[in-house]
């Protein structure tokens, strides 16, 4: 439960402290973009089943991926533009907090499918 509620907190609240460091006088509109980020996880639709509670999404999903990740982390360090750059810092969070949940569920089971996505980095 804690795992579900701290994974919802940073995906959509958050991301407002986010866009409130960006830029303190529109905030709420850097929210909105931040929060469009998440169609990232439009991925999950072209897996069956499309939901698995076990599932770690990082190295599962597309744009989940190992090729993908590192064009967010580079794009939120190197692109200028203010909107993008933005929204490669919301992809690269939104991994970040996938991440997270993939440690969480590692640490509590032994046969969960977040071992298999962590094969190979560790």
């Not at 698995?52 to 200028?80: D, N, Q, V």
């Amino acid at each position: 439960m804690l795992q579900t509620i701290t994974h919802y907190f940073l995906h959509f609240i958050f991301i407002g402290a986010i866009a409130y460091w960006y830029d303190k006088t529109n905030w709420k509109k850097y929210w909105l973009i931040l929060l469009a980020t998440m169609l990232v996880d439009l991925d999950h639709l072209l897996v069956t089943p499309i939901f698995s509670p076990g599932r770690c999404s990082i190295r599962f999903h597309y744009l989940h991926s190992e090729y993908a990740i590192p064009f967010y982390f580079l794009g939120a360090m190197f692109i200028k533009h203010k909107i993008i750059r933005l929204v490669m810092i919301g992809l690269a969070f939104h991994m970040i907090t996938d991440f997270i949940d993939c440690v969480w569920m590692y640490s509590k089971c032994e046969e969960c499918s977040a071992k298999e996505a962590f094969e190979g980095l560790w």
